[in-house]
């Protein structure tokens, strides 16, 4: 599987980005795929993840309903939306397939390159 993340960039607090995942190769041990985020010196935090074939979504407790993941099948992409954005979003984000929900970094199975999001003040 190949994931290629895009979109990230620099973006005033309360502005919006949308950042795009287009996957390829799936297998059916990539039932999900997930977004994740670093800042440097800290550990990879998962922020949503969404079941590729069924849609179901899971978001981390500090999204709150600020970000939306989806996905296109036509164009095998996964998105996050991500509005109401605040300086403590800045870091670089990853997407991740995994076999099954995760709640760290640990349980993602193939990655992405990251795309950096940094939000002014």
């Known amino acids: 599987v190949q994931l290629q993340a895009s979109g990230g960039g620099l973006v005033q607090a309360g502005g919006s980005l949308r950042l795009s995942c287009a996957v390829s190769?799936?297998?059916?041990?990539?039932?999900?795929i997930n977004w994740l985020r670093q800042v440097p010196g800290k550990e990879r935090n998962f922020v949503a993840g969404?079941?590729?074939?069924?849609?179901?979504?899971r978001y981390a407790d500090f999204v709150k309903s600020r970000f939306t993941i989806s996905r296109d099948s036509a164009k095998s992409t996964v998105y996050l939306q991500m509005n109401s954005l605040k300086p403590e979003d800045t870091a670089v984000y990853f997407c991740a397939s995994s076999s099954d929900v995760i709640f760290t970094a640990a349980g993602a199975r193939r990655w992405g390159q990251g795309t950096e999001v940094t939000v002014s003040s």
């Open positions: 969404i079941k590729w074939r069924e849609g179901r979504k």
């Open positions: 190769g799936l297998t059916t041990s990539d039932n999900f």
